[in-house]
């Protein structure tokens, strides 16, 4: 298969998936016409069975057995399956192909849909307390019903972006809120993103999003076998892309991604392999610094801010959700490198979104407990849940009582906390001042306020 052949079939089998059985058949369906070994197919049954993470290894390698017509002759014999891949595969060749080199990055129509993207992101999770309102949800129903009706054309393209933007943000806030994460990578706004993608100016960057985002809610919610599949199409699909915030944020992704299988691989004693993967975290934190090196400079430092967030929670040891790594390695180097990261991210406090500065803070607990110091810890935990407690993050609440629960309840003053040092080797952190370490309380905007901005999109959108 060609390179949008094997795209085809890839999105073809994430859609098996939500039904074990077809999946089977298919599987069933290669082996008896030798696309893949009788060991393969036993050992993708058996998991399916015992409900596992399937080998994506024999996934990947299919389409390097068996061109697009051998696999739609081989589905005849299931009309269900064959129908399926073959609706996808002429969607997917009934326009010309760009080359993937020359795709842009912000889509065809980013001169309004992107500025749609920003603002209304940007609004919502600065809000920190938001969740899926229900203007969000009008507005959600209302683009659904317009696609479902409106002719193919550059319009439904662009009303299609919108609705995929507000999947995507719905994803996002799901993700942040919840206090269940155990079920998010089976929630309902992951098939309608996955469904609605092909219908976007940009499939291709649809996709990538879409695999991120689900990647992500796999990884909170434990499931580690979708974790390092989606991590893989996410590189794979990176790599048409030389620019552009989203790419970004994906490659963010896959760090959130790996940090939680690192996280795994800790607890199950396996630290051979989890040093590989806290080499591979750090090497795309790098890449990330260096990906957003040529924005304007409030994007850059924006992402500076969250991609040393992750980097201080890959050497201190904490996962995505906050908790302690059992069984993490963390060395002097370490903790020196989390140190000069606080540091840093100290330099770019302003404008430090609710979220990060929750991070922030649990970030100063853990060093200032591996260095001693437990009744500033307390503080700096004492802090993170009330800006927890703030921002309506609700895992993050439930791990941070905990931390707080063997302890005594009292907390150091908040002037103490913001006054005191944390010890490094670096003299310049000695000339550290009370002023320095504060950090500001975040202004929330009004969710009113992003009415315009929709009323202005259904004018352009002719809706």
Known sequence: MNEEETRSFFECYLRLQRHPRRLRDFIEILHLNSVITYEDCLSIIKSIKRNEPVNHEIIQSIPNKCRKDKLLHCLKINPKLYTSFKNIFCKTHS????????????????????????????????????EWNADFKRWADHLSSVLQTMPHGTEKRNVADCFFVLLDLQAVLEKRHEADKSHLWIRPVFQTMEEILCETSNPSLSRLIFQSRKGTACAQS????????YASLVLGDIAMFSSGKQIGSCIFAVVNMYLQYYSSLCRQSRIVEALGYKKQILHW?????????????????????????????????????SRDIPGACITDTDISEANRCISEMLQLKDGMEKLRLLHHFVAYAKVSRLEGSLEVAKGYWKEA??????????????????????????????????????????????????????????NTEDFSQLEPIWTEMSKKLHI
């Not at 850059?300 to 991609?307: E, G």
């Open 385 to 442: 849940l009330n800006v927890a407690e703030q921002g309506g993050f609700l895992s993050e609440v439930a791990v941070l009582k905990e931390h707080l629960s063997f302890t005594a309840s009292t907390a150091v003053p908040i002037e103490d906390i913001v006054s005191h040092r944390i010890p490094s080797q670096h003299d310049e952190r000695r000339s550290s001042t009370k002023e320095d370490r504060k950090i500001p309380q975040e």
């Open 285 to 321: 934190v790098e890449i990330g610094f260096s990906h957003f090196s040529q924005e304007e400079r409030d994007i850059q430092l924006n992402w500076r801010r969250v991609y040393l967030d992750k980097k201080v929670y890959c050497h201190l040891g904490i996962d995505i959700l």
């Open 95 to 130: 326009a010309t192909v760009k080359t993937p080199q020359l795709i842009c990055a912000n889509g065809t129509n980013d001169s309004y849909i992107n500025n749609f993207y920003e603002m209304l992101k940007t609004k919502a999770l600065r809000s920190g307390r938001l």
């Open 222 to 229: 434990h499931q580690f076998g979708e974790v390092l599949k």
